[in-house]
Each structure stands twice: as structure tokens, then as C-alpha cells.
């Protein structure tokens, strides 16, 4: 058994997890909710094992580093971080139905990243701009900030099919998910917690450039659209905190801060060419 052994099994129990929580939104059993956390856990533990096995297999190759080299590591580790923010959030929340809308996300990256057999199975070196430790610091800071970004996506997304429902006055409905007030809660402490994570991310990634290329800051595609998605959330922000901003108008700006998080992350790499086009 190899790396893409337990990654396999772990795209196969998140498609299964993400179909059993549409089933779990209409049909409230506890034991189901329950089913739910055993095989989130489950995949997360192949994912854990099948990411630590692949920084194994570089070490045996002569590579030695963490499996962020191309689209197919990135993917995997990305989607890793987003299970792992999940979990937390749920607990901490006491929400066991923000999963509905985030583990489409996280499904779809897996199988994604699984369509490229010869990424999947192939470890690659790192080229040598990527080769330091900061690759780590700034990488998983900017992973952990984006994971948080995707649940506060979910929590919009229910936010305003609630709201919606609820102002249509279909009770049966807009009962199926959690309050209002929770949603927005998540909403606004996911961002927040995300632009603290983007920001070190940033500050990292200038640091890892300068000593890279002997610059702070190029203005490269990835620089930019990663400081444009930070103003998005800097302006959710301080539309919430100045200006009292809450329900859907937040949502919709998280909306739009999280189509930033998939352009920086998915968009650049294939529209634009920069220092960062080897991701």
C-alpha cells in the first residue's frame, strides 16, 4: 500500500460522507448524525495517512518535502485543511449540517486532483526557489486561511437559502438548517479567522520572495489576486464591525471573497503566468 492507496480510499469516503449528509439535511436521525462524524473522522485519517506517507515516499526518493510540488499535492493538502477547519467548527458550533455545503467543495477537489494519474502516482522534486522551510510556513498559513474561507462560503450559501425560505414563510423548510444568528455568526468568525491566516500567509510569502528572488513583493499574478482577495475580506470586515453590516449583505461579500480564494488559488495557475505558475 502506497500514498495513493489511502488518498484513493480517502476521495471514496468523502463522495460517501458528502452523500450521506444531503440524506442527513431531510432526515434528522441522531444515529446518522452520528455515522456522519465516525466517517468524517475516518477520511481524515486515510487523508492524514495517505499526506505523510507521500512526504515519506519523497524522503525515500532522495526529495525529502512536504507534498506541496504541483496542483495534485496542493489540491489534496488544501482540501486536508478544510476537513480538519470543519470538524473544528462543528464542535465548536454545535452545527452538524455546515458539512452539506463545504464537502461538495472538498469532494469535488479530491476527485479533481485524482483525474491526473500520472501527477497522482509520480512524486516530483521541488524546483529550487522551492526548496526552504518557508514553503511550510506560508503555504499551510494560506491553506488553514483558505479552509476557513470555504466553511464561511457554506455558511453563506445556508445563510441565504434560510433567509430566503424563511421570508417565504415556509417554516417545514427553512427549518432544516441551523439559526440565523448562528449562520451568521460562522459567517463573521470564519472570515475573521481566515484574514488573520491569509494575512501571515502574505507576510510569510513577501519574506520567502525576498530571499528567494531578492524581492518582497513583484506584483506577480498569485501576489496580486492574493492581496485583492485580503481587501475583500478586509472590507467584509469593516462593513461588519463600522457600519453593522450583517444577514445577506455579508454573505454575499463572503460569496465573492471566497470566488477571490478560487481564483488565487485554482484561476491564476491557468489563466495567468507568474513566478507561481509551477502550483
Sequence with gaps: MNSSFFLGITTFMYLFTMALYFYYLFFRNKILGIFI???TIIGLLAHTTGLAMRWIESYQLGYGHIPLSN????LVSLSWCTVLVLIV?????KSDILGVFVFPIISIAMAYASLSPSVRDEIEPLIPALQSNWLTYHVITCFLGYAAFAISFGASLAYLIKNRKAKASSEESSG?????NLLDEVIYKANAVGFLLLGIGIITGAVWANYAWGSYWSWDPKETWSLITWFIYATFLHARLTRG??????AILSIIGFCGVLFTFLGVNYVLSGLHSYA
Design 176 to 180: 432544516l438548517l441551523p439559526d440565523l
Design 71 to 74: 496542483m495534485y499535492e496542493a
Design 245 to 250: 453590516w450583517r444577514g445577506n449583505k455579508t
Design 89 to 93: 467548527m462543528e464542535r465548536k458550533y
Design 37 to 39: 462524524k465516525i466517517t
